[in-house]
């Protein structure tokens, strides 16, 4: 059973740990990324996940480590996952006696 909270979307985050604080709109974040607007938006909005490159971009940016973003990411994905744990119909493989 999984005891970890329901983390935010790592989106979640970036709009409220820097995007906010610094006053930057996700157009002039995008911009800053190189990446396109919709491409930021849709991260912001926890419509999209955060690539191993946004990570880096990430990092580039905002100096939190794309490793973190990454885990961030992970965890929110794993979280998504967990009401349909028991719908896979996967069993342990039990070792040959």
Do not use: C
Request: net charge positive; hydrophobic share 40%; glycine share 6%.
């Amino acid at each position: 059973m999984n005891t970890m909270f329901n983390p935010p979307h790592p989106g979640e985050l970036l709009r409220e740990l820097w995007l906010q604080p610094l006053g930057l709109s996700i157009t002039d974040a995008a911009k800053h990324l190189k990446v396109s607007r919709k491409t930021l938006s849709e991260i912001v909005n926890g419509k999209a996940s955060i690539s191993s490159e946004m990570a880096v971009r990430l990092e580039l940016a905002f100096g939190k480590s794309a490793q973190s973003w990454l885990g961030h990411q992970s965890e929110y994905d794993l979280w998504q996952l967990e009401p349909k744990r028991h719908d896979l119909g996967i069993e342990r493989i039990k070792m040959a006696a």
